[in-house]
């Protein structure tokens, strides 16, 4: 793109202010601003000013899981028919793994933690490990995607090359880009965060999707005939990625997704749950659950309402192609965003200051026609980490680990 290519692109959504430093900058800034604005879609502006009607919910129902005791009864024919769709190629797993290990005290990409005591042990190394115990029961090579970000994308590769990939199969695993959206002030008007870079942000947790199309794997998708895609977050080092018993009974149920999901802690746990909104599978929120939503009991006396995901997600390509992309809604999120003023000073706000523009992957499973909320053990497979210390954190996910027979 040009410099009069992007001023005129600018120009048309009244966002000039974008190249007030263009002249200031070295070759290589130029050129890079010039990629951003080409590469952007700027369309998500169009929300501001307009009601976020997307974020008004509907009614809730509960939407009854598959309890554990019901899958040990079955647990051998799901998982024989797990075995068997996966060893004909029909399961890929994707990986986001697009954040930083900021919130840890670290500076690097957040799978590369070292969560090790005696040795080193990655978050990523955790995740390969997990997926290798599924690869070597099928006798299967499994297609892993992953997805990092513009702020961790080259350090991610380099770190598996640099560790041979764990002993996962380098022609099995590809790496792509989560898009970013712009950032913007309540009026709509764009935050620089630099004088050559547009303040941005990854796209939500359900970008991952569109992401896939822009770089061009959903080619991979069709050429090796997968059918379900395991979606699962980078932070939880107990999870079980395309596990056989998961991948047949989902299949077997004939749903559009199929959602890991927990026994809540407590009725008052921080954790979204699984259920019904007018009718199509969804996820309410534990802020939105209202007292009568959380007395509600079943017939054995259990919450109705009991059931909390934890980010590990199996959809059903066909269906999820039928949906498209760019049905996918955006929603404004309030953030505290850093930029730079009209004399190119940064400032970092200490309250919220405007928009991000996030994809959600409740919105996503909302409109597939059907989900089957797959219960598993917390203990054995949900040891997130979000925190340094306390709740959630690298201490309790050492535990956990070491619970299992893991050696740290």
Request: charged residues 30%.
């Amino acid at each position: 793109m040009t410099i009069t290519e992007a001023t005129e692109k600018m120009k048309a959504i009244g966002q000039e202010h974008v190249l007030k430093y263009f002249d200031e900058l070295d070759e290589a800034s130029k050129e890079a601003l010039l990629t951003q604005i080409e590469e952007t879609d700027f369309s998500v502006l169009d929300l501001i000013g307009k009601a976020d009607t997307h974020s008004v919910r509907g009614s809730f129902s509960p939407l009854v899981a598959m309890q554990l005791a019901e899958i040990e009864k079955n647990r051998e024919k799901y998982t024989d028919e797990g075995i068997k769709i996966i060893k004909e190629g029909k399961v890929a797993a994707l990986l986001l793994a697009g954040g930083m290990g900021t919130r840890l005290g670290s500076d690097t990409p957040k799978g590369m933690y070292d969560i090790g005591e005696t040795k080193h042990v990655y978050i990523f190394q955790r995740i390969i490990e997990n997926l290798l115990d599924v690869v070597k029961l099928a006798d299967t090579w499994i297609t892993l995607f992953i997805m990092t970000s513009e702020k961790n994308h080259e350090a991610t590769v380099s770190f598996f090359e640099e560790k041979d990939y764990f002993g996962y199969k380098k022609d099995k695993v590809r790496f792509f880009k989560q898009e970013m959206a712009p950032a913007c002030d309540y009026t709509g008007k764009l935050f620089m965060e630099t004088k050559s870079h547009i303040s941005t942000s990854p796209n939500g947790n359900a970008g991952w999707y569109s992401s896939l199309v822009r770089a061009g794997l959903d080619k991979v998708i069709e050429k090796e005939g997968v059918e379900w895609i395991n979606i699962f977050a980078v932070d939880n080092v107990l999870q079980r990625i395309c596990d056989p018993c998961f991948v047949g009974a989902t299949a077997l149920a004939e749903v559009s997704v199929g959602a890991k999901v927990v026994k809540k802690a407590a009725p008052d746990e921080k954790v979204g749950v699984i259920c019904l909104e007018d009718g199509r599978p969804s996820i309410v929120e534990y802020y939105e659950l209202s007292d009568d939503m959380r007395d509600e009991k079943d017939a054995t006396g259990d919450p109705v309402y009991n059931y909390g995901v934890i980010l590990n997600y199996l959809f059903h390509v066909p269906e999820l192609n039928a949906v498209g992309t760019t049905s996918m809604l955006n929603h404004l999120v309030e953030k505290k965003i850093p930029y730079i003023d009209e004399s190119g000073n940064v400032v970092k706000p200490d309250e919220p200051n405007g928009y991000k523009f996030e994809q959600l992957v409740i919105d996503m499973i909302h409109k597939l026609g059907s989900c089957l909320p797959f219960e598993v053990i917390r203990e054995k497979e949900f040891a997130p980490i979000k925190n340094a210390t306390g709740v959630d954190s690298v201490d309790t996910a050492r535990e956990l680990c070491k619970k299992n027979g893991i050696e740290l």
